[in-house]
């Protein structure tokens, strides 16, 4: 309930929930990350040593201490503390791209430059330009963007708040448009060089698919992708 309450928008209730879970379950690492985070509340001592102690505890999993650590990270941010905010978030950065290898999901720098010069190279002013009335004109979908950890969660939650507008969380559809793309054309491009073989028509229709999705997920005038 409290993830329902946090997606849209209604942070008092969903922070309700999570001390109420705290009440039933003191070590709910979830709960604990849901509260620390929230940038609503600061957690007791307790509640920090608990977490502290947990991050020690061999019996919790990378996935659990990734959070944990970013917990404390938020929490000593919010009581002025920048070396052990900076110190736990370095921590859960690490476990993190340790999971990220598990997986073989490798962060390649030098690859991540390529792209984004890439980027660079196909999204031109002359590009947008040349497609002036491709997609659709519809405002109801909202794009947040930015860095990881910049902060993005938190303003969709306070965007959210607002009655007309409804928070769709992190959706995973761009991705599968660009795969659709790319099916197309047989894997002969892959992005960003395969949005230049999108064509006014085709544009329309992925838009419009994509804003179907969104109304069957709600009909608010306004929703946060």
């Known amino acids: 309930m409290g993830v329902c309450y946090s997606e849209n928008g209604q942070l008092q209730k969903a922070l309700r929930c999570f001390e109420h879970t705290l009440a039933i379950d003191p070590e709910n690492i979830d709960a604990l990350y849901a509260i620390a985070t929230s940038g609503k509340k600061l957690l007791s001592t307790y509640n920090l040593q608990q977490l502290e102690s947990l991050l020690k505890s061999p019996s919790i999993s990378l ?98 708040s607002h009655r007309n507008v409804k928070g769709a969380g992190e959706r995973n559809e761009i991705p599968k448009i660009i795969k659709k793309l790319e099916d197309k054309v047989g894997q002969r491009y892959a992005f960003p060089e395969v949005v230049k073989d999108l064509d006014r028509r085709d544009s329309i229709a992925l838009a419009n698919s994509d804003l179907e999705a969104l109304r069957a997920f709600s009909d608010e005038r306004r929703i946060i992708d």
């Open 63 to 160: 996935e659990k201490k990734v959070k944990i650590n970013f917990a404390l990270a938020w929490q000593a941010d919010k009581r002025g503390l920048p070396l052990p905010a900076i110190t736990f978030c370095k921590a859960g950065n690490n476990l993190r791209k340790k999971l990220l290898e598990e997986k073989d999901h490798v962060f390649d720098p030098i690859t991540h430059v390529e792209l984004a010069k890439r980027v660079e190279y196909i999204f031109t002013k002359e590009f947008f330009d040349l497609r002036i009335g491709f997609g659709s004109k519809s405002q109801q979908p909202v794009f947040i963007v930015g860095m990881p950890r910049s902060g993005t969660t938190l303003v969709e939650k306070i965007a959210a």
